[in-house]
C-alpha cells in the first residue's frame, strides 16, 4: 500500500464537521427531536463531535447513541463464522425520533442498510438520514447520504483510511493505492 495523498488534516476534519452540525440544524429546522446514532467504530465519536457542535451553536445537547452492526452484516459468513454483539442497546430512544446515522466513509452502503436494520429493530424512528464524513462512490444500494464532509471519487482498488483522534491518536484522511 502506497500513499497516494493526504486529503484531509485535522482542521479540515474540524470545519468538515462543523458544516455538517449546522447544515443538520438547519434541514431540519431546529433540532427538536433529534438523536444522532454512530455506526462503530468511527462514527460513534464523529457523532460525538458533531453532537458538540450542535450544543455549541444551539446551546441544547442531542442524546448520541451507537450501533455495531455485525449481526446485521450481509457478508457475515465471510467475516467470521459465530459473530460477537457487542450491544443490542443503541444507548437512545429511537422511536417517534429524527436520526442521524454517522459514519466515518461510504462506500458500497451495506454498512449502512445494516445499521438501519438494527435501528428499525429497535424502534421506529419519524425519519433516518444519513451524514458520513467521506463519500467515495461505489454504491451498490439505492443509499444516499444527505450530509457529506467531503465527496472523494476513487478507484475500487484504492484505500481511504480515516483516522480519529478519539480511537486513532490523530485526525487524517488519507488515500492509498
Do not use: W
Not at 458544516?19 to 454512530?38: A, M, P, T, W
Not at 462514527?43 to 447513541?65: C, D, Q, S
Request: aromatic fraction near 4%; include cysteine.
Amino acid at each position: 500500500m502506497k500513499l497516494k495523498a493526504n486529503l484531509l488534516d485535522e482542521k479540515a476534519i474540524k470545519r468538515s464537521l462543523i458544516r455538517i452540525s449546522h447544515e443538520i440544524i438547519e434541514k431540519n429546522k431546529g433540532i427538536e427531536d433529534i438523536v444522532l446514532i454512530g455506526i462503530k467504530r468511527r462514527g460513534y465519536p464523529i457523532a460525538e463531535r458533531i453532537a458538540k457542535n450542535i450544543e455549541n451553536i444551539e446551546g441544547v445537547k442531542i442524546p448520541v447513541g451507537y450501533v455495531d452492526i455485525t449481526l446485521y452484516r450481509d457478508d457475515i459468513t465471510e467475516i467470521q463464522d459465530s459473530p460477537e454483539v457487542n450491544s443490542l442497546n443503541l444507548g437512545v430512544e429511537v422511536s417517534g425520533k429524527k436520526v442521524i446515522l454517522v459514519d466515518d466513509v461510504l462506500y458500497t452502503c451495506r454498512t449502512v442498510r445494516a445499521a438501519i436494520d438494527a435501528i428499525i429493530d429497535r424502534g421506529r424512528p419519524a425519519q433516518i438520514q444519513l451524514a458520513v464524513l467521506i463519500d467515495r462512490g461505489h454504491k451498490e444500494l439505492p443509499i444516499r447520504a444527505d450530509f457529506v464532509g467531503k465527496n472523494i471519487p476513487t478507484s475500487k482498488s484504492e484505500i481511504i483510511a480515516v483516522e480519529i483522534e478519539e480511537i486513532d491518536n490523530s485526525d487524517s484522511v488519507k488515500i492509498y493505492e
